[in-house]
């Protein structure tokens, strides 16, 4: 039986975005003891076998517990509203006293915006949310520590 590799443009969209979280969290995790950071299992990387995580990414320190959900856009300044279907599983985190975030890649403009998913519960227009009045980084590291100095500061 033959398999064919199926090239699909969307099915690895993120991913860079990703590693780059997962390389920032282990740097943050090492630096102390009282730090740790996981990847969360993907729904679509085991098969759909499993229910799908509430983000991509958990971190626990004496300063915050919480979730971070990653994603990469073309777009300079939107994020689409289908791009985070986990949003209202964020909220209830946040409502049990998690520190929720998402973190978004603008692939284009090689920049990174970070913000409580809170902010994105409350704006928004039908289709998706325009975060012109949240800053874009060029370091992740620096938009993690605005988005949440008392952790990542």
Not at 43 to 64: H, N, P, V, W, Y
């Amino acid at each position: 039986m033959t398999h064919f590799k199926v090239n699909n443009t969307f099915a690895n969209r993120g991913a860079n975005a990703e590693k780059a979280m997962a390389k920032f969290l282990a740097g943050w995790a090492t630096e102390h003891l009282n730090r740790e950071a996981n990847r969360l299992t993907d729904s679509k990387a085991a098969g759909r076998t499993i229910k799908a995580a509430a983000a991509d990414f958990e971190f626990f320190s004496l300063e915050g517990h919480g979730l971070i959900e990653v994603k990469e856009t073309e777009h300079e300044y939107r994020l689409a509203r289908d791009k985070v279907p986990q949003l209202a599983r964020l909220r209830k985190r946040s409502h049990c006293g998690g520190i929720c975030l998402v973190a978004v890649y603008h692939s284009t403009l090689d920049r990174w915006r970070v913000l409580d998913a809170a902010v994105l519960a409350v704006t928004g227009d039908k289709g998706s949310w325009n975060l012109t009045d949240v800053p874009a980084y060029h370091s992740l590291a620096v938009a993690m520590a605005e988005a949440c100095l008392e952790v990542f500061g």
